[in-house]
């Protein structure tokens, strides 16, 4: 077994300035949070004929910060709205994420709705986060990222595809690979050449394929073992990409598979290797995924066709059939559920496999990555005034992944009830259909959604430098959450 080359660790969290009230003229210096740095030159220099995505449909956003606190008509007004809306006379905004804990709301949206927003609550607090949001975009693809000339059917790719499978091939892709997010062909590649490496213990399913015809693969590592039984095996699955555009938490799964294959290197006989195996599913959203890439960097749903033809995409994260309740949200919204449980093709296929194909399997743990807010989430999602089964050793196991991450990184992770992070009292339908909840309900007895970095300026775009930082973390947290599970307590 190779060993892999070892990656020192630089850790960096930027500061938040204090909210301001907004007061004319409008000086858009006065709310802005500091920004990352980057070696990307400013998105003004490129051609945007060699560029798939237009970069200027987000050159009037800003995102931004809004500090809600005791204002339930805001906060009411804020998470009950949607962001899209073909009635000009709505404030449009999209959201990003909300923070129950400081009671905040992240929000992108353009001037004259920012100034509309204003009119309506006009003591408002907010910080803008993400003044120039093309440059932010922009500086999230490869350097050398481009619009291929090259290829007769026009994928955008990316030209260092054949460099970093060389690179693999050469034991150095932990410099390489997670040196920048990856799309979906050099994704593909490199988990071929894993499984190429160690077909043994590696291997990729495809299971379905999606809308626009994409295989859907589960990546299934497992070291043979004589002494026990496949089918008395625990089974941990962990996903991510489930949301496009969150890029963080495919390149974290990708990160866990690497990390896992180096700790088998360094200690084969370890009793997760003996009691365990693992499915990972990198990209659950794979035609989501590759729109972010050649199309719209903030995509959220998958592409799938809604029942409105102009409107495409489902969430699916609210698209499983527990607690399903179909959204308020219209079908070109960025939370629409579908008009039925399990529409959604990708969650379909999931369950499919799952209570078909792979039935035997007993997953005894479930993480489900996101981004963003550091956070860690159990069930249920739904609702906050049903109690999860053995709740006291839920609750445990989340401070252990929790706790985990801190001693890896310094990085704090929030542990709280998924319904209170979806404020599902307020709104049932924002916690309701959830992959957290279907999956702890019906197959896993441990399961937990993971919201990966960051809380500060960088929201749905942090930076690739943060790569290896964040799925060090991942993988602390999913090496305790094995422990957890294969400790003799828990036996059930």
């Known amino acids: ?65 809004v500090n809600y606190g005791d204002n339930a008509e805001l906060k ?13 006379t709505q404030i449009k905004f999209s959201r990003w994420t909300r923070n129950t ?65 060389n690179a693999t091939t050469a034991n150095v892709f932990s410099e390489v690979f997670f040196k920048e997010y990856r799309p979906l062909e050099t994704i593909d590649s490199w988990l071929e050449l894993l499984q190429e490496t160690y077909p043994d ?38 996903t991510g990409g489930t949301h496009a555009r969150e890029w963080i938490s495919v390149s974290s799964v990708l990160y866990a598979i690497y990390d896992l294959l180096q700790f088998y290197a360094e200690e084969p006989e370890s009793k997760i290797f003996k009691e365990l195996d693992f499915l990972f599913i990198p990209v659950a959203n794979p035609d989501g995924y590759e729109y972010t890439w050649k199309a719209d960097r903030l995509w959220r749903k998958n592409r799938q066709q809604t029942v409105q033809p102009n409107c495409f995409g489902i969430d699916l994260d609210h698209s499983y059939d527990y607690h399903w309740t179909k959204s308020t949200d219209w079908e070109c919204g960025e939370e629409y559920s579908g008009e039925y449980p399990f529409e959604a093709i990708e969650s379909k296929i999931w369950e499919e496999y799952l209570n078909n194909t792979n039935h035997d399997h007993k997953i005894w743990g479930y993480i489900d990555l996101h981004s963003y807010s550091q956070e860690v989430l159990y069930p249920y999602a739904y609702s906050c005034d049903q109690q999860p089964r053995d709740e006291e050793n839920l609750i445990e196991a989340a401070y252990g992944i929790a706790k985990s991450i801190r001693l890896q990184s310094g990085v704090n992770y929030h542990v709280l009830p998924a319904c209170i992070d979806r404020d599902a009292d307020l709104l049932p339908d924002l916690g309701s259909g959830s992959a957290l909840d279907f999956m702890y309900h019906n197959r896993a007895y441990w399961a937990f959604q993971l919201k990966l970095r960051d809380s500060g300026s960088h929201g749905f775009l942090l930076p690739p430098k943060y790569i290896e930082p964040v799925g060090r973390e991942v993988f602390a947290g999913f090496k305790y959450f094995c422990y957890f599970i294969l400790s003799d307590e828990r036996q059930h």
């Open 1 to 65: 077994m190779q060993h892999f080359q070892k990656i020192g660790l630089i850790l960096t969290l930027l500061g938040l300035s204090t909210a301001l009230q907004w007061q004319f003229p409008f000086d858009i210096s006065k709310f802005r949070l500091n920004g990352g740095d980057s070696t990307h030159l400013h998105f003004s220099t490129v051609d945007p004929s060699d560029f798939p995505i237009d970069l200027l449909k987000y050159h009037d956003d800003y995102v931004i910060r």
């Open 76 to 88: 009411r007004f804020l998470l009950s709205k949607s962001g899209d809306s073909s009635n000009d």
């Open 101 to 165: 804990s400081t009671r905040q709301i992240d929000l992108q949206i353009d001037e004259n709705n920012l100034i509309k927003l204003i009119e309506k609550f006009p003591l408002i607090s907010y910080d803008i986060i993400i003044e120039d949001l093309s440059q932010k975009v922009y500086e999230t693809y490869p350097k050398d990222f481009h619009n291929s000339i090259t290829t007769k059917d026009s994928k955008y790719q990316y030209q260092s595809t054949h460099d970093v499978i």
């Open 201 to 238: 213990i590696l291997s990729i399913e495809e299971i379905g394929h999606t809308y626009e015809n994409r295989p859907y693969k589960v990546v299934h590592f497992a070291v043979p073992n004589d002494d026990v039984k496949h089918g008395d095996r625990r089974t941990i699955v962990i």
